[in-house]
């Protein structure tokens, strides 16, 4: 198996529309509720750059894009700026390969790069093992958890903020 890890291009917008609607229809890792669309994807992609807060990571294997890391605005008060929320999907027949552990620590290699990130946060729906594991091995804390802090298919949900000290 050769997976690639490289940066977010637009035409990678329709494998990332499906493998995040996969969970949104059918998990609780993503409180997203409605499908998205290409278009949704495409203004969503505008958002990144190579050097700036908000970054896109893909994997590849065979010319087929396997899953995404990217960081995204955590909050929209102006004060938390320094401050990114993490995010990582993987298409489903492709998780516990080690994919997840490559793409994350390519995107964390890079926030401490970049010049004005001071934190990450994950935010994981529990209970999400894999997921939990991943962000614990790439050293994450845990900040906290939001006690039932969602709403979904007819029942409340725990969410666990890890938080990323970025040490600068
Ligand atoms: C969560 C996710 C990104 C992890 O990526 P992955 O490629 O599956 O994980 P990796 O194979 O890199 O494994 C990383 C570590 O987690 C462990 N792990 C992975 N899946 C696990 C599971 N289901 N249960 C327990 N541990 C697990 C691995 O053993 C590994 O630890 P180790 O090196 O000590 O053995 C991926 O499974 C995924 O996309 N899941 C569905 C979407 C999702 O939940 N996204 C995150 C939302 S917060």
Known sequence: ?????????????????DILN?????????FEMVELSLENRKTWFTQFSETGRYQLFVAEEK?????????????????????????????????????GE??????MENMKLAEDVHRVYGLVVLPNPGSEKLHEKLGFQVAGVLNEGGYKFGEYHDVRMYEHRLGK
């Open 1 to 17: 198996m050769q997976v690639s890890i490289r940066r977010g291009r637009e035409s990678d917008m329709p494998a990332l529309r």
């Open 22 to 30: 996969h969970y949104i229809l059918n998990s609780v890792v993503t």
């Open 102 to 107: 490559r793409i994350y620590t390519e995107l």
């Open 63 to 99: 010319g087929f894009v396997v899953g995404y890391a990217a960081s995204l605005r955590f909050h929209q008060r102006p004060a938390y700026a320094p401050s990114v929320m993490s995010s990582i999907y993987l298409h489903p027949q492709h998780t516990g390969k080690g994919i």
